[in-house]
Nanobody
Framework: QVQLVESGGGLVQDGGSLRLSCVAS????????MGWFRQSPRNEREFVAA????????YYTDSVKGRFTISRDNAKNTVYLQMNSLKPEDTAVYYC??????????????????WGQGTQVTVSS
């Protein structure tokens, strides 16, 4: 069982930046592929970014490419989402997710086994 706790959300102006963090419990963080998702009241949950267990592979949804960066620190059991040039349409609850993998690949779907409770990101215009 893995517990995930997100932090770093908040209110930011259009064009601003935030860095989200997600800390995982347990000793085997380096065996999990990680992802970030978001959900707003009007939309279904959508994929944002994913990173392989080594951190060597990343994948982004088109709408955040060039603005968001996913990274991880396996020594700290933490995955990050650096969000720059934020737009009002990025407003959502952001969730991190984890799934155990046996090879080093990214998972750009919602087929993750563990989910955090979410952190609210609000971008004002």
């Amino acid at each position: 069982q893995v517990q995930l706790v997100e932090s770093g959300g908040g209110l930011v102006q259009d064009g601003g930046s935030l860095r989200l963090s997600c800390v995982a419990s347990g000793r085997t963080f380096s065996t999990y592929a990680m992802g970030w998702f978001r959900q707003s009241p009007r939309n279904e949950r959508e994929f944002v970014a994913a990173i392989s267990r080594s951190g060597g592979y990343t994948y982004y949804t088109d709408s955040v490419k060039g603005r968001f960066t996913i990274s991880r620190d396996n020594a700290k059991n933490t995955v990050y989402l650096q969000m720059n040039s934020l737009k009002p349409e990025d407003t959502a609850v952001y969730y991190c997710a984890a799934t155990k993998v046996y090879t080093d690949y990214v998972l750009p779907t919602d087929r993750y086994d563990y989910w955090g409770q979410g952190t609210q990101v609000t971008v004002s215009s």
